[in-house]
């Protein structure tokens, strides 16, 4: 049952592909690069011991053409294929031509994938489990008026939802029967043409949830741990901004709890590797939604409350190993943030701003970790995710993570793009955030008006020119002058 591996392909890009290569490193497994043009001279392809290129820009014809990869895996004598997340990491298609290949595919079985990538199989295979699922249909939903009369009984607002769907895409909210035929024709379209799959169901909408996962681990022997909990409820459309380890809000007795049920979904599905089971919850309830069958974007709070590297278990499973005892002795040491770092205007709604980053200076210090994969010089693809970068902090606990974070931001040089670190400095900064009293809506809440940024940076000048004026009068002592670095001159 054990193989060796000495030899990974790392079938991804960017940020993720050089964190999948350090591990390697540190394991003394060698490391394969695969590029497009676009990523030439990329820090990941340069850190790579072997890189090939795949393919033009395009992700259809490089970092998603599937017998390429392979075909190379195999002429360059690679043992295993890490995925990543994004691009081919829930590929039940891909998952299985690697393992059909003769190469081990780090990940679950292309079974498992299949389950979990649809939402509504998901919920039909976790149901042989106690776990507690958002009221609503566990089948696509095809007649209009059917489906009104279901959404009725399961009480407005409801939410209707791509089963194919993901990365928050696919789902609409219906706050009442007169908007139901209309909201579902466009999410039976929008879900067509996203994921080439019409089928909807419905949910009830939850309106003040928090968004809490579970990360698991599995071996191929049986043996399945949690590591306890993310908080990923900053959102924006659906998306996660901002996440945190331990929640602010879960009791010992709660995390045990959706711990277990979390074990539970990964058994549903004979799940081996790493993987995340996605809840919702609510007034001390909570709802599955789904699971994640790779290394999640958020990984690394989780590694930095346990002390334990995800993408070295990852290995250490897809080669055999049983779980190490160890990991049944967890403990959460601390508090961990991380917030995503994109190359996109806050006070543009968001758009990508690509073009060449002039100056790149990451802030540095304990607890401090950036996990990126760009440098001064080089440009944003227009390609791919604009994500530059994954800022995290390890604090004592919450309130001294958050003031790392808020010094981290301030640290941070970024010149040539526009960047969201103005706008993840108002999120942490918010009293909301602050005292723990959030839950999905706080972006929609607090940040409906993207000027409230610029205002900000307005307070901040005044303030300094009251400050260099009452300075230069004398009045001042030059300990109360800040340093030169201020976000509001960044980006
Ligand atoms: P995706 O696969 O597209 O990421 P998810 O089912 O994981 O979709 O949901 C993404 C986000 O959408 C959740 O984190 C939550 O904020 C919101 N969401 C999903 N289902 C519900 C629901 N029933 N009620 C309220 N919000 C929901």
Partial sequence: MKREINKILVAN????????????????????????????????????DEAVLV???PSIKSYLNQDKIVNEALRLGVDAIHPGYGFLSENAEFASKVMNAGI???????????????????KNAVMQYDIPMVPGLNSAVTDVEEAKESAEKIGFPILIKASAGGGGKGMRIVENKDEFEDQMKRAV????????????????YITEPRHIEIQVLADHHGNIVHLFERDCSIQRRHQKVIEEAPSAVLSEEMREKMGEAACDVARSCNYHGAGTVEFIYENDSFYFLEMNTRLQVEHPVTELITGVDLVEEQIKIASGEKLSEYLNHLSIKGHALELRVYAEDPLNDF??????????????GEGVRVDDAVEAG???????????????????????????????????????????????????????????NFDTRFVKLHFSDPSIL??????????????FYLNNMGKINESYLPSKKNNWRKS
């Fill in 13 to 48: 890009r960017g940020e993720i592909a050089l964190r999948v290569m350090r591990t390697c490193k540190k394991l003394g497994i060698s490391s394969v690069a695969i590029y497009s043009e676009a990523d030439q001279y990329a820090p990941f392809v340069k850190f790579a």
């Fill in 55 to 57: 393919g033009p820009p």
């Fill in 104 to 122: 081990i595919f780090i990940g679950p079985s292309s079974e498992a994938i299949k389950v979990m990538g649809d939402k509504l199989s998901a």
């Fill in 189 to 204: 379209s929008e879900a067509e043409s996203a994921f080439g799959n019409g089928a909807v169901f419905i949910e009830k």
């Fill in 351 to 364: 758009l990508p701003d690509i073009g060449k980053i002039k100056v790149y200076n990451k802030p540095k």
């Fill in 378 to 436: 080089m440009d944003i693809p227009i390609y791919y995710d604009p994500m530059i970068s994954k800022l995290i902090v390890h604090g004592e606990n919450r309130e001294d993570a958050i003031n790392k974070m808020l010094k981290a931001i301030d640290d941070y040089d970024i010149v040539g793009v526009k960047t969201t670190l103005s706008f993840c400095k108002f999120a942490i900064n918010h009293s909301d955030f602050r005292s723990g």
């Fill in 454 to 467: 610029e205002a900000d940076e307005e307070s901040v000048k005044v303030a300094l020119s009251a400050i």
